[in-house]
Nanobody, 122 residues
Framework: QVQLVQSGGGLVQAGGSLRLSCAASKGTVSSYAMGWFRQAPGKEREFVAWITWSGGRTYNQPSVKGRFTISRDNAKSTVYLQMNSLKPEDTAVYYC???????????????WGQGTQVTVSS
């Protein structure tokens, strides 16, 4: 059993930066692939980025490539999403998730964080 607790997020102006954290408050994420997803109002949840359990491989969806970076610190059982050059269209609730293999499909992930709001003003 793994419980994920997210922190970070908030309100930022366009062009600004935020860092989201996702830590295991129960269990550990060190053996799991991790992903970040987001859901904007009135839209379906969409994939943002994933990272393998070792951190050796990552993948971002094209709309955030070059702006967002996913990373992890297994010693701290924490995964991060560094978001730079934020745009108003990045506004959404962001979720971290843990699963057996890296995937862009939400159903492939077993454990989910509580979600954190990111709002980018123009």
């Amino acid at each position: 059993q793994v419980q994920l607790v997210q922190s970070g997020g908030g309100l930022v102006q366009a062009g600004g930066s935020l860092r989201l954290s996702c830590a295991a408050s129960k269990g550990t994420v060190s053996s799991y692939a991790m992903g970040w997803f987001r859901q904007a109002p009135g839209k379906e949840r969409e994939f943002v980025a994933w990272i393998t359990w070792s951190g050796g491989r990552t993948y971002n969806q094209p709309s955030v490539k070059g702006r967002f970076t996913i990373s992890r610190d297994n010693a701290k059982s924490t995964v991060y999403l560094q978001m730079n050059s934020l745009k108003p269209e990045d506004t959404a609730v962001y979720y971290c998730a843990a699963g057996g293999a890296p995937s862009g499909v939400a159903d492939e992930y077993r454990y989910w964080g509580q979600g954190t709001q990111v709002t980018v003003s123009s």
